[in-house]
């Protein structure tokens, strides 16, 4: 069985390198062997990165809801895409995305590469039918012809959307963030860095808290997140009426798009969406609380705008669910743990975490 076991991991990571990262508190950088890392290739994906026109109208860049000036977020409760559509969740940071094991808050994606995919022909986000117009400026853009040829090895008429996802991800897995005034007072042993506040919010985080349990700190490094999923109670009360429907559906065998949701009802349908796996109903993704302070608003839906209110919401023990996970309960925080625990997670952003 040992030996079985060696083999399966053996196999599931046979397709990645590890670059060296010498970021305080940060692993290191997984690459995979189809698509390793070269300036050349990391400058094109920034260029594609915010190239608005690689959408229905020419107005949606992939830097549209994930602005450099903002933690490679947009500040906004839901991301607003072409023609002022809005999406059902939350824009994510791109930041320290290298190091997920799933993309998405749903995680149904495997890889950066797989995930730049999906918004492009996503009709709220970049609004395209398919990937033909990408291919059609690219290949006749006397600009990038000659950046694709350098980077890939390729003519004009071999640019697929494989090569542009590549590059998009190269520049992707350079926004690491680590160093901040945690990781120098934590796995830097300067107990000068933090303040008397956020020491004790440290250690609240870790104990009472039981916020590292998700938020995961490693002894070497921490990502603050832990690539699984959970149902924390948000945005549950949306689908309670219709949970036992989708259920039902599932059972007989039928899909759940024949119930008509609501996109917004859809959507916190959460990893459930993903595997049909029942009690995955309302799971998300651990969000990374890497510069947190400057990621609001906050949850999968944006609906808490503080990290203030993002305790109180915590410590009340979340909102009640039939699937709510059973590591959200009250947490009896005094008033002064809790400004302890705020003031530790703003400790936890980057100097240069803007990364412009």
């Not at 796995?187 to 349990?213: P, V």
């Not at 109180?312 to 002064?336: C, M, R, S, W």
């Amino acid at each position: 069985m040992q030996l079985f076991l060696i083999l399966i991991v053996g196999i599931l990571f046979s397709n990645l390198s590890y670059a060296t990262n010498s970021t305080l508190g940060l692993p290191p950088l997984p690459i995979p062997a189809g698509n390793p890392q070269t300036n050349e290739k990391i400058a094109l994906g920034r260029l594609l990165f915010n190239d608005a026109r690689f959408s229905g109208d020419g107005s949606i860049s992939c830097a549209h809801c994930h602005h450099s000036d903002k933690a490679f977020t947009d500040s906004l409760k839901v991301p607003e895409g072409i023609r002022q559509l809005k999406g059902p969740r939350n824009a994510p940071t791109v930041i320290n995305s290298a190091f997920y094991q799933t993309l998405f808050l749903d995680g149904r994606a495997k890889s950066l590469e797989d995930q730049a995919l999906g918004p492009f022909i996503n009709p709220v986000e970049h609004g395209l039918n398919d990937y033909k117009k990408i291919i059609h400026i690219i290949q006749t853009d006397q600009d990038y012809l000659p950046i694709f040829q350098q980077v890939f090895n390729i003519q004009a008429e071999e640019i697929t959307i494989s090569h542009v996802v590549k590059a998009i991800a190269s520049f992707e897995r350079t926004l690491i963030s680590g160093n901040s005034l945690f990781d120098q007072y934590y796995f830097g042993r300067d107990h000068s860095k933090l303040s008397e506040s956020a020491a004790r919010g440290l250690r609240i985080f870790r104990r009472k808290g039981n916020c590292a349990n998700c938020h995961e700190i490693s002894w070497n490094n921490a990502l603050f997140m832990d690539n699984k999923f959970y149902n924390i109670g948000v945005g549950y009360k949306k689908i309670k009426d219709h949970v036992e429907d989708v259920i039902n559906t599932l059972q007989q065998g039928n899909k759940i798009e024949s119930l008509r949701l609501s996109p917004e009802q859809s959507s916190e349908l959460g990893r459930f969406k993903v595997t049909h796996i029942i009690s995955d109903i309302g799971k998300f993704k651990t969000p990374t609380l890497r510069n947190i302070s400057l990621t609001a608003p906050y949850m999968h839906d944006g609906s808490i705008k503080t990290l203030e209110e993002v305790v109180d919401y915590y410590d009340k023990g979340g909102e009640p669910n039939p699937y709510v996970d059973a590591a959200i309960f009250p947490l009896h925080f005094t008033e002064q743990e809790k400004i302890d625990l705020v003031e530790f997670m703003k400790a936890l952003t980057s100097n240069g975490a803007n990364l412009n």
